[in-house]
């Protein structure tokens, strides 16, 4: 359990899908223990809330085996960033950092776990299907979008488009989004409206169309100017493997 702004937060690792997902952990007017159950599905970790007892969907966020199963609940997914120390500090150097210095003996450093299956593509548990217009543990930004006609519609950007193409729109269902990708390649997902993002002004400011400037930050993209909407919401949204992405949504837009 961890808390950002006051909100308690479940931040789920999958090693084998190569995921980091902050979800949070109040859900259906209940408050959520979650932890890690050591089961899978098609290759992604299985947790569970102590409250009920159900197995969970890490990437989903939905209750898939147990009590809860099929009832419509949704975890809310709170958007991360994946990115090199260096540039978050630089950006963020108030940060609280969590130490791998636990004081029990067991080697956290990076590598030194699971150095073999991150070395190779091939994987460790079989899934249905994979899908061979990625790698297979090739790096996607995953995004879930309310679709119209209900449910969700899942989106995968490969990683190595994006860091070619620093400022990407795409319509997903009737809406508007642009995915900023800084110089690390650490990436950034807005619903942008009719603002078209035109360039990038530094590290930490983009422009539009009109020549408007656009702080870009955590929650928002943020402008002083007065002259309509002033700030674009961030969108959640996490990166994945490939076939981990492809196994739990195989009906996903792929753009790369």
Not at 147 to 175: K, N, P, S, W
Not at 194 to 210: K, M, N
Request: net charge positive; charged share 20%; hydrophobic share 40%.
């Amino acid at each position: 359990m961890a808390y950002c702004g006051g909100t308690p937060l479940a931040i789920v690792y999958c090693t084998l899908c190569g995921t980091v997902i902050p979800y949070k952990s109040v859900v259906g007017g209940v408050a959520r223990t979650f932890g890690t159950s050591g089961l899978l599905y098609r290759s992604n970790k299985l947790m569970f809330d102590r409250e009920s007892m159900s197995l969970w969907s890490t990437l989903d966020g939905r209750p898939a085996i147990g009590a809860l199963a099929g009832a419509p609940l949704t975890l809310e997914p709170v958007p991360v960033v994946t990115t090199t120390w260096g540039e978050w500090r630089a950006r963020h150097p108030d940060t609280t950092v969590l130490s791998i210095d636990t004081g029990h003996d067991r080697d956290y450093a990076e590598g030194a776990a699971y150095r073999e299956y991150f070395d190779t593509d091939r994987l460790m548990f079989r899934v249905p299907k994979v899908d061979t217009r990625l790698r297979n543990k090739a790096e996607v930004l995953g995004v879930l979008v309310p679709a119209i006609g209900g449910g969700r519609q899942a989106v995968a950007f490969d990683a190595a488009f994006l860091a070619r193409t620093r400022i990407h729109h795409q319509t997903v269902e009737g809406r508007h989004f642009v995915v900023l990708t800084s110089p690390r390649g650490a990436n950034r997902v807005y619903e942008n409206g009719t603002v078209r993002i035109a360039a990038w002004v530094d590290d930490a400011t983009v422009r539009d169309q009109t020549g408007r400037r656009w702080r870009v930050t955590e929650e928002a993209l943020v402008t002083e100017v007065p002259d309509g909407v002033t700030a674009l919401p961030r969108v959640a949204a996490f990166r994945a493997f490939w076939f981990g992405w492809y196994a739990q949504f195989p009906d996903t837009v792929l753009v790369k």
